[in-house]
């Protein structure tokens, strides 16, 4: 009787070294899939890399009042942005949620600054999670107000281009276009009122390009195709 049983757990297991074998094999691919889940959870494709960033950004101006503008980051976040010269008897600060409405993680490939000598300075940059693009006119004096822009078209964005010295953003029913150089603006109406959300804004704005030219958008309406273009001169 010992003999049958013991050659019935044969039977059921006939190579018990293969048999761990492929349940350690079993076991690793479960734990490689619920910690590939709890990475990806909640994040689906980012725009950008979105390693941790702890340093702060820094844009400097070449002039002799060493204009700047910095970007404070706290827990991977943009935290505080401030901007000053030497001349200034104060500090511009804001938190950058407060100007962005939103969370941002910023990736320094995906962030420029230009500083108009004491005068002004344009922060343009896109959000590595949602790709969201924002643009932020920073005066350095006290009189004239901030112009904070969160549904930028910046040329970060692959699908979109956008000569340099230009600036470009849209309201959901037109896109304005602004020469940082000289201040001059043009605009083109997109015929109707989209639901954009800036979060996803492939959805509806498919790809841009803009020169001091010509500006041409194609917007997506009910899965159709709905290309605009317009002469302009700036």
């Known amino acids: ?36 889940s709890c990475n990806n959870s909640g994040s689906g494709q980012t725009f950008c890399d979105t390693t941790c960033r702890k340093d702060s950004f820094h844009f400097r101006a070449n002039n002799q009042l060493n204009s700047i503008v910095s970007i404070g980051v706290k827990d991977c976040i943009a935290d ?3 901007w000053t010269h030497n001349r200034m008897d104060f500090s511009n600060q804001m938190a950058m949620k407060d100007l962005a409405k939103q969370d941002v993680r910023l990736n320094e490939q995906f962030i420029s600054c230009v500083i108009q000598d004491t005068v ?73 009122q989209y639901d954009i959300d800036f979060n996803k804004i492939h959805e509806v704005v498919d790809s841009v390009n803009i020169t001091s030219k010509r500006i041409y958008v194609k917007l997506l309406n009910g899965g159709k195709e709905v290309p605009l273009e317009k002469n302009i001169n700036l």
């Open 120 to 192: 002004q300075a344009w922060l343009t940059f896109n959000d590595c999670v949602s790709g969201r693009g924002f643009l932020f006119k920073l005066p350095f004096g006290k009189k004239s107000g901030i112009s904070q822009i969160t549904g930028a078209i910046n040329d970060f964005d692959p699908k979109f281009s956008v000569e340099e010295k230009l600036r470009a953003y849209t309201d959901r029913g037109s896109i304005f276009v602004i020469n940082i150089e000289t201040g001059a603006q043009e605009m083109m109406t997109f015929k109707e």
């Open 80 to 82: 505080t942005l401030m």
């Open 1 to 36: 009787m010992m003999l049958k049983g013991k050659a019935h757990v044969l039977a059921a297991f006939p190579n018990k070294p293969y048999f761990c074998f492929m349940r350690i094999i079993y076991l690793l691919a479960a734990a490689m899939m619920f910690f590939t």
